[in-house]
Every structure is written in C-alpha cells, then in structure tokens.
C-alpha cells in the first residue's frame, strides 16, 4: 500500500494528542498508524502507544481534517486530549462497564490458571502458552480498570512493569518448550483438546457481558477484537491436539506453542518499547 503522492501534511511542533478506543494490543496500534501514513503522515509524524492507548500526532491543526477520515475508517474511537487533560477512557466510567469488565478479567485470570494447570497435566506446551494469552488480557483489562484517573505518566509505568513482567513469563515458555524439544515426550492428546475446548467457551462467556455495551464501531471493535484474536490461538491448540493424536508426535503441540509465545513476547516489547517512549516524552 502506498503513500499518496500528492500529499502535502506540514509537520507541527506542538503536537495533537488523541485517546484512542477500542484497541487492546501492539497490533492495532500498529494498523493505525499505517492508515495514518496512507494519508499522508511521515513515519515520525505519528505515534500509537500499545501502553497508554494515546496517539500523538506531529501535524498542523489545518491537517487533521485531511487524515481524520483515513483514522475513522479503522473503525477505532479516536478523542481529542486537551491541555492539561490526563484523565483516562471515559467508557471505563461508565458502572455497568465497568462491571462487564470486572466478569472479563476474572475469567481470563481464572481459566488462565485453569489452562496453565491443564498444560503442566497434559505436558502440552502450547496450553500453556495459550493459558499465558488468557492471563495477559486479564492483566491488560485489570490495568485498565486500576488506572482511571490516573496520569498518562503513571499510566506508562504501570505499563512498563506489566509489559516487563509478561515478557519474563514468555521467556519461560519458550524456555521450557525448548526444553521440550530437547527431552520430547508426547501430550496427551485427549486432555490437551479438552482444556482448548473448555478456553473457546469461556471466550464466548467473556464477550456476552460485552455485548450490550456496543455502541458504536469502536466498542463493538473492542468485544470481537478480544473475541477473534483469543479464538484464533484456541482454535490452534485445537488443532495442534488432534495432529497429536492422529501423527502420535509432540512437534504440532511444540510449533503452536513457539508460535503463541513469540507473538505474545512481540506484543510485550512493544508495550515496554512505547511505555518507555511517553515516558520520555512527559
């Protein structure tokens, strides 16, 4: 996809700042930062922060109309931060959000821990990888409930520390799975399908509280965006368990696992590499 060629954005110095709704990862930070060069930014003109949700803009105030529409059309809620406004997502304000959110964060952490335990009991590594996806968006969505109100600063650091601590936990995935791959013994096929079951029916228990709470495309964005991504790993150890059991081999649990993991550990250095950049900035 290339840039247009006729565009001509000018650069500003002070720059505009915009909370952006409905994104959860370092992959949609990313999607929107490309739309925003297709309409014409330069790749240090604009700046989506995986940690604190905020995208900053290096334009002229007479631009932002030329790439507001390239930006809706990502389907993401994009808010103007004013001066001196550092308070946090207001949908997160809302109490019955807030409680639908509260029901997705004990689910994730719960099963997480359930999955984790169904991993080490059927010696599947990518179930274990798979429990680490849970128990990261259980963190990401606890995060972001504690941080209402507070600073974007504050905001950032709590970002680093979480962005710190689950890389550790995927650096220990791919540990013990290389241990694997050193020592392999087969998981058990049956357990390991059972347990990638039971975690696509608890991912359709975590988005029906959500649904409710569409309103508009970047809520409804937000509930399929949690829905697809976390579907998309399960569907895998599904997979993953039935080449198990039809080739009697360890490699598809072994590949799954390295694949979740590595894109788990991606997402994390981008959460600390961007928690560590609005740091500086502030």
């Known amino acids: 996809m290339s840039q247009p060629e006729n565009s001509t954005l000018v ?59 390239a930006l ?17 997502d207001p949908a997160y ?36 990888a798979d429990a680490l996806d849970f128990l990261g968006d259980g963190a990401i969505t606890f995060l972001g409930l504690l941080a209402i109100g507070w600073s974007l600063t504050w905001r950032a650091r709590s970002a680093m520390i979480q962005g710190v601590f689950l890389g550790l936990l995927g ?12 020592n392999q013994t087969t998981p058990e096929a049956g357990l390991m399908g059972a347990f990638a079951v039971g975690a696509l029916i608890v991912n359709i228990l975590a988005v029906l509280p959500l649904l409710k ?25 599904v997979i993953a368990a039935g080449l198990v059991a039809w080739l009697g081999s360890a490699w598809p649990d072994l590949i799954v696992a390295f694949a979740i993991a590595g894109l788990f550990l991606h997402s994390s250095w981008m959460i600390i590499r961007d928690a560590k950049s609005d740091l500086w900035a502030e």
């Open 213 to 237: 709470h569409r309103k508009g495309d970047a809520n409804m964005r937000t509930v399929w965006l949690f829905s697809r991504n976390d579907a998309i790993g399960n569907l895998a150890v």
């Open 93 to 128: 304000k809302d109490p019955s959000y807030r409680r639908a959110l509260w029901i997705v964060v004990l689910l994730n952490l719960g099963y997480g821990l359930v999955e984790m335990f169904g991993g080490f009991l059927s010696g599947s590594q990518a179930l274990k």
């Open 72 to 88: 809706d059309a990502t389907g993401y809620g994009f808010e103007r931060i004013e001066d001196g406004d550092t308070s946090s």
């Open 11 to 69: 650069t500003a110095s002070s720059p505009i700042r915009m909370r952006v709704q409905g994104m959860d990862c370092a992959k949609d930070a990313a999607e929107i930062e490309r739309a925003a060069r297709f309409a014409g930014l330069a790749e240090g003109d604009v700046k989506v922060s995986a940690a604190t949700h905020v995208m900053t803009l290096r334009i002229a105030e007479a631009d932002l109309p030329k790439v507001r529409p």
């Open 171 to 182: 650096l220990g995935i791919v540990g013990s799975t290389l241990w694997r791959v050193l």
